[in-house]
């Protein structure tokens, strides 16, 4: 069933393009989403956004290749097409009640490269709530006619789905007979739903634009918005109408922001303050009054309330008896709990997409927003090493004064790498960063022994073309040294640690505008100038040797006394195969140099472990008690036939991230297992999406992961048992030096040729 008002939308890139009415060959019927039935054969779908064709992938009405009926959707992809993907996606309200939401569709394809899938997007006022492409199945090659499904949790705070198929890389994809099933029923058959109006919903006064219009600050206005800030944020998930929902409280933050500008004196500022804080009527007495949490791993950082030389005397007593009689809750209206899991859930937050330049008072509400999250919200803000309120201050004028939506975005960025949170990224508006271009040298580049050191080509001939090889050190770029680049560009990269950032600004380096570009190399103990040309990213795989483990499978017999499996590429289905595999092997070495592709931790967890185990423990916000978080109960490895009575080692490095961090925090929970390597990024824990205004999203690891002795993971990362890191004589070579020390480790030998050669020739330029 095509509901009323339902729209066909092109894809390019990581998000959806535009909004156009349904064509007349889209044809309407209660028993399915989308069929096509065309007036005209093979008419092109490209002509509602009149993109040429080779630009997106060719997208048209297929005639000739059909399921049912008389004509198939038809996606085509050539070494031409530019971007990552192409998709075609049908915008649908949610307007039906339900649990799950299920997609259904047939889908046809042919030499595909890539990837391809039925996809399923939920929206809500925040940005993407829910989404599944399949990406994980990987689906490619070649295959005849097939249902496919994609089923996902019907997100309470979604307004609008996406439903759609997507092909990526190379290839010829057709899908037709795209159905909506809520709770197992066709969508025709779901329940009406009915919304209960909020502010969000009835308050429109600010949706073209805050009125707040200023550039710079005198010294006391950004003290008294500094203040604001911070009271704003406190009352936010203090008082009970706020956190009720019953105000819109964007929208009153513009309303008292220009009198706080106005104030002549701080003195001025706190009344203008404690006047707002009276208006919305005081908090009413508590008939069971939350305690103060004593006792917890963090606590609520409010010792600034009883402050009457920051505060005043009225403010001052106004926030302590809203914070007396702060009510037990177990959701609050900006933000919740996602069940399950814990992390804090902000799908309430508006994200003003809308609004491409955000004015001063929208930017100052990002800043405010943000900074009251951490504030609240995350649960590793006692290791950030920053004087938070010394931020929030430092930032008020920087960002009231990004004027130009780059400038906007760059300052944003440096306030989320002030946090120290690997997952808080900008994402999505990444080339804020420095440095900027869309294009780049065509080769891989890593930190090794201190140096930017080429590990390997991002394309067969352009990466070779550049002149430069595997093993140069690259010292300079257009006459400046490395050195002084990583140090200029650090403040504006977000990472846990050094690790991390050094990963990440070697993954940019050489990015700029198409060109030439002059360099400095080391290389045979010789340092030479170089020549070499910035291609367009477009035109490369970025994601070639970004992880270290080796190509090819997932799971190989290096010799009959070491098993390897690698989880970039792992199945939790194929759980048994390997697990045959690795039988009669002294050793098993798992490769987690990379993100895992599966959730391992159980699946083949429990295979390694003889007794149960606990191996990590949580903590998680309090919703009645905001800024404290609490212990959790500790995880454990249940023992599951058949066991791996061999040794295991586990390798881990810069790359291994979160998912990976935690699966390394599980299998390492097996006596006798080693960790080897080096340092991991230092970012575990659900992540929880914060949208901006302007369309900017960010996100923050919103549960805290530690060991069950309470040691903490965030920052520090990973811990290497042997400390094992590549070489650039190694990297030459093409070894993988870190493997190998695994298996010397394991067995107290050499690596013999036999395992060197089974470890595969381009093992050293995976590094």
Same mark, same amino acid.
């Given at each position: 069933?095509?509901?009323?008002?339902?729209?066909?939308?092109?894809?390019?890139?990581?998000?959806?393009?535009?909004?156009?009415?349904?064509?007349?060959?889209?044809?309407?019927?209660?028993?399915?989403?989308?069929?096509?039935?065309?007036?005209?054969?093979?008419?092109?779908?490209?002509? $509602?956004?009149?993109?040429?064709?080779?630009?997106?992938?060719?997208?048209?009405?297929?005639?000739?290749?059909?399921?049912?009926?008389?004509?198939?959707?038809?996606?085509?992809?050539?070494?031409?097409?530019?971007?990552?993907?192409?998709? +075609?996606?049908?915008?649908?309200?949610?307007?039906?009640?339900?649990?799950? +939401?299920?997609?259904?569709?047939?889908?046809?394809?042919?030499?595909?490269?890539?990837?391809?899938?039925?996809?399923?997007?939920?929206?809500?006022?925040?940005?993407?709530?829910?989404?599944?492409?399949?990406?994980?199945?990987?689906?490619?090659?070649?295959?005849? $006619?097939? !249902?496919y499904r994609v089923e996902l949790p019907l997100?309470?705070?979604?307004?609008?789905?996406?439903?759609?198929?997507?092909?990526?890389?190379?290839?010829?994809? $057709?899908?037709?007979?795209?159905?909506l099933y809520v709770d197992g029923k066709p969508?025709?058959?779901?329940?009406?739903?009915?919304?209960? %109006?909020?502010?969000?919903?009835?308050?429109?006064?600010?949706?073209?634009?805050?009125?707040?219009?200023?550039?710079?600050?005198?010294?006391?206005?950004?003290?008294? +918005?500094?203040?604001?800030?911070?009271?704003?944020?406190?009352?936010?998930?203090?008082?009970?109408?706020?956190?009720?929902?019953?105000?819109?409280?964007?929208?009153?933050?513009?309303?008292?922001?220009?009198?706080?500008?106005?104030?002549?004196?701080?003195?001025?500022?706190?009344?203008?303050?404690?006047?707002?804080?009276?208006?919305?009527?005081?908090?009413? *007495?508590?008939?069971?009054?939350?305690?103060? *949490?004593?006792?917890? *791993?963090?606590?609520?950082?409010?010792?600034?309330?009883?402050?009457?030389?920051?505060?005043?005397?009225?403010?001052?007593?106004?926030?302590?008896?809203?914070?007396?009689?702060?009510?037990?809750?177990? !959701?609050?209206?900006?933000?919740?709990?996602?069940?399950?899991? /814990?992390?804090?859930?902000?799908?309430?937050?508006?994200?003003?997409?809308?609004?491409?330049? %955000?004015?001063?008072?929208?930017?100052?509400?990002?800043?405010? #927003?943000? $900074?009251?999250?951490?504030?609240?919200?995350? *649960?590793? #803000?006692?290791?950030?090493?920053?004087?938070?309120?010394?931020?929030?201050?430092?930032?008020?004028?920087?960002?009231?004064?990004?004027?130009?939506?780059?400038?906007?975005?760059?300052?944003?960025?440096?306030?989320?790498? #002030?946090?120290?949170?690997?997952?808080?990224?900008?994402?999505?508006?990444?080339?804020?960063?420095?440095?900027?271009?869309?294009?780049?040298?065509?080769?891989?580049?890593?930190?090794?022994?201190?140096?930017?050191?080429?590990?390997?080509?991002?394309?067969?001939?352009?990466?070779?073309?550049s002149g430069l090889r595997i093993g140069d050190?690259?010292?300079?770029?257009?006459?400046?040294?490395?050195?002084?680049?990583?140090?200029?560009?650090?403040?504006?990269?977000?990472?846990?640690?050094?690790?991390?950032?050094?990963?990440?600004?070697?993954?940019?380096?050489?990015?700029?505008?198409? /060109?030439?570009?002059?360099?400095?190399?080391?290389?045979?103990?010789?340092?030479?100038?170089?020549?070499?040309?910035?291609?367009?990213?477009?035109?490369?795989?970025?994601?070639?040797?970004?992880?270290?483990?080796?190509? /090819?499978?997932?799971?190989?017999?290096?010799?009959?006394?070491?098993?390897?499996?690698?989880?970039?590429?792992?199945?939790?289905? !194929?759980?048994?195969?390997?697990?045959?595999?690795?039988?009669?092997?002294?050793?098993?070495?798992?490769?987690?140099?990379?993100?895992?592709?599966?959730?391992?931790?159980?699946?083949?967890?429990?295979?390694?472990?003889?007794?149960?185990?606990?191996?990590?423990?949580?903590?998680?916000?309090?919703?009645?008690?905001?800024?404290?978080?609490?212990?959790?109960?500790?995880?454990?490895?249940?023992?599951?036939?058949?066991?791996?009575?061999?040794?295991?080692?586990?390798?881990?490095?810069?790359?291994?991230?979160?998912?990976?961090?935690?699966?390394?925090?599980?299998?390492?929970?097996?006596?006798?297992?080693?960790?080897?390597?080096?340092?991991?990024?230092?970012?575990?824990?659900?992540?929880?999406?914060?949208?901006?205004?302007?369309?900017?999203?960010?996100?923050?690891?919103?549960?805290?992961?530690?060991?069950?002795?309470?040691?903490?993971?965030?920052?520090?990362?990973?811990?290497?048992?042997?400390?094992?890191?590549?070489?650039?004589?190694?990297?030459?070579?093409?070894?993988?030096?870190?493997?190998?020390?695994?298996?010397? #480790?394991?067995?107290?030998?050499?690596?013999?040729?036999?395992?060197?050669?089974?470890?595969?020739?381009?093992?050293?330029?995976?590094?």
């Open positions: 069933m095509l509901r009323r008002g339902a729209v066909l939308t092109l894809a390019l890139g990581v998000c959806l393009l535009g909004a156009y009415p349904a064509p007349s060959h889209v044809r309407e019927d209660r028993s399915r989403v989308l069929t096509f039935e065309a007036v005209g054969a093979d008419a092109p779908l490209s002509e $509602w956004k009149h993109w040429p064709n080779g630009i997106v992938g060719t997208m048209f009405l297929d005639s000739t290749v059909v399921h049912e009926g008389r004509y198939s959707a038809h996606i085509e992809r050539t070494s031409g097409s530019f971007g990552p993907f192409s998709s +075609l996606a049908l915008e649908i309200p949610i307007d039906f009640s339900g649990d799950t +939401l299920e997609l259904r569709g047939w889908m046809k394809y042919e030499n595909v490269t890539g990837y391809l899938g039925l996809l399923q997007r939920q929206d809500g006022s925040s940005g993407t709530l829910a989404f599944d492409n399949m990406g994980e199945r990987g689906l490619k090659g070649t295959a005849d $006619w097939a !249902e997100k309470p705070k979604a307004t609008k789905v996406y439903v759609g198929a997507l092909l990526t890389g190379q290839g010829k994809l $057709w899908f037709d007979d795209l159905r969508l025709a058959d779901a329940p009406v739903l009915v919304r209960t %109006p909020t502010p969000l919903d009835t308050d429109h006064e600010f949706d073209a634009g805050s009125k707040v219009e200023v550039t710079t600050l005198t010294p006391v206005q950004i003290e008294n +918005l500094t203040l604001l800030g911070k009271v704003w944020g406190f009352l936010k998930y203090h008082h009970p109408a706020i956190i009720a929902g019953k105000r819109h409280w964007d929208y009153d933050l513009f309303r008292v922001m220009p009198a706080v500008l106005a104030a002549r004196d701080r003195a001025a500022g706190q009344k203008t303050i404690a006047a707002w804080v009276a208006s919305l009527g005081d908090a009413p *007495p508590c008939s069971s009054c939350v305690e103060t *949490p004593m006792g917890r *791993p963090i606590l609520p950082p409010l010792a600034w309330l009883s402050d009457r030389k920051l505060l005043g005397s009225e403010l001052s007593a106004r926030l302590v008896a809203i914070y007396k009689r702060r009510p037990k809750v177990d !959701e609050q209206f900006y933000v919740a709990r996602i069940s399950g899991v /814990g992390n804090p859930d902000f799908s309430n937050e508006m994200g003003y997409a809308g609004l491409k330049e %955000p004015d001063a008072g929208y930017r100052l509400l990002a800043l405010y #927003r943000f $900074w009251n999250i951490i504030e609240y919200w995350f *649960p590793y #803000r006692d290791v950030m090493d920053e004087d938070w309120e010394q931020v929030l201050r430092e930032f008020v004028p920087r960002v009231a004064a990004a004027q130009t939506h780059d400038d906007y975005g760059a300052a944003m960025m440096a306030l989320i790498a #002030r946090v120290h949170d690997t997952h808080a990224n900008l994402w999505g508006s990444l080339d804020v960063r420095p440095p900027r271009g869309k294009a780049q040298v065509p080769v891989r580049v890593r930190f090794i022994e201190g140096q930017a050191v080429v590990t390997g080509y991002l394309h067969d001939a352009l990466g070779p073309a050190a690259i010292q300079a770029i257009d006459g400046v040294s490395v050195d002084t680049l990583i140090a200029r560009w650090q403040p504006m990269y977000a990472a846990s640690n050094d690790a991390a950032r050094l990963r990440d600004m070697a993954s940019a380096l050489t990015k700029g505008e198409p /060109g030439p570009v002059r360099l400095a190399l080391k290389r045979d103990g010789s340092t030479i100038d170089a020549s070499a040309t910035r291609v367009p990213m477009d035109s490369v795989d970025l994601k070639r040797g970004w992880t270290h483990d080796l190509q /090819g499978p997932a799971f190989r017999r290096l010799s009959d006394d070491v098993a390897y499996l690698k989880l970039s590429s792992v199945k939790t289905g !194929e759980v048994p195969d390997y697990l045959r595999g690795a039988a009669g092997a002294r050793c098993l070495i798992i490769d987690i140099r990379n993100y895992p592709s599966a959730f391992m931790v159980f699946e083949l967890g429990q295979h390694l472990v003889n007794d149960s185990v606990a191996f990590a423990t949580f903590t998680t916000g309090d919703l009645s008690n905001p800024g404290a978080f609490a212990w959790g109960d500790s995880v454990m490895l249940e023992p599951e036939k058949p066991y791996f009575d061999g040794k295991v080692a586990i390798l881990v490095d810069e790359i291994s991230q979160s998912s990976a961090e935690y699966t390394t925090m599980a299998f390492r929970a097996r006596p006798g297992t080693i960790v080897v390597g080096s340092k991991t990024a230092g970012a575990d824990g659900n992540v929880s999406a914060i949208p901006l205004p302007g369309g900017l999203r960010t996100m923050i690891s919103g549960i805290g992961v530690f060991y069950p002795d309470h040691r903490p993971t965030q920052r520090g990362g990973i811990v290497a048992d042997v400390v094992a890191r590549p070489t650039i004589a190694g990297i030459r070579a093409g070894r993988d030096e870190v493997l190998e020390t695994a298996i010397q #480790r394991l067995l107290g030998r050499q690596v013999t040729e036999a395992e060197r050669g089974a470890m595969g020739k381009d093992a050293g330029s995976a590094q």
